[in-house]
């Protein structure tokens, strides 16, 4: 027993002795024992991957910095809802049955009623839609507006993310269409009078 504990420990101290460097600082002899392959690979990838990115962004000019990529998404993002006001000349009001009932349509299936009425009438939540009186201006495109954009001060849901910019086109028409139809239990006026 003895034997084989002495026969170990000589094993150890020879491979100890093989990885000894030349190194001698106040008699500390330094180890040669280099970290395992995979770290080593896992390192060389990492600086592999630090300069093709570098490259890519700062050297070579090819991929977005992060305040370009902002601005780029950005601009889909207006370009796609389209929050930017539409010109007057696109804006126009609608008069077509067929146009005024799909916006009457659109008006129900987004629950326009909830706070306005089913007729437009109003409620303890919105004003009325059919008198002369107006809160954000009572032209097509205020109109229009109001509803792509919304007033969260108000409590007007902002539809821009919802719905076309031509089904709101429809709705509004429609909207602007309930002027002056006096529907009964209709809200008192709200805002400045229309003429």
Not at 25 to 49: C, R, S, V
Not at 123 to 130: M, T, V, Y
């Amino acid at each position: 027993m003895e034997e084989n504990t002495q026969n170990s420990s000589h094993q150890t101290t020879g491979d100890v002795d093989e990885k000894l460097m030349d190194h001698d600082y106040d008699g500390i002899q330094e180890l040669d024992n280099p970290p395992p392959t995979w770290i080593m690979a896992i390192f060389y990838i990492t600086i592999t991957f630090a300069i093709i990115y570098a490259a890519y962004y700062f050297w070579l000019d090819v991929g977005d910095t992060q305040d370009a990529e902002y601005a780029r998404k950005s601009l889909q993002h207006d370009t796609k809802y389209q929050l930017a006001n539409q010109s007057s000349e696109d804006l126009i009001l609608l008069t077509d049955v067929g146009d005024l009932e799909e916006g009457k349509t659109i008006y129900s299936e987004m629950n326009c009623f909830a706070c306005h009425g089913m007729n437009g009438e109003g409620n303890a939540i919105g004003p009325n839609l059919c008198d002369d009186s107006w809160i954000h201006g009572c032209d097509f495109q205020s109109v229009f507006n109001i509803i792509k954009n919304g007033n969260p001060a108000k409590g007007m849901t902002a539809f821009k993310g919802q719905i076309s910019d031509t089904k709101i086109q429809k709705v509004s028409s429609y909207i602007v269409s309930l002027a002056g139809t006096n529907p009964e239990n209709a809200k008192g006026p709200q805002g400045e009078i229309c003429n």
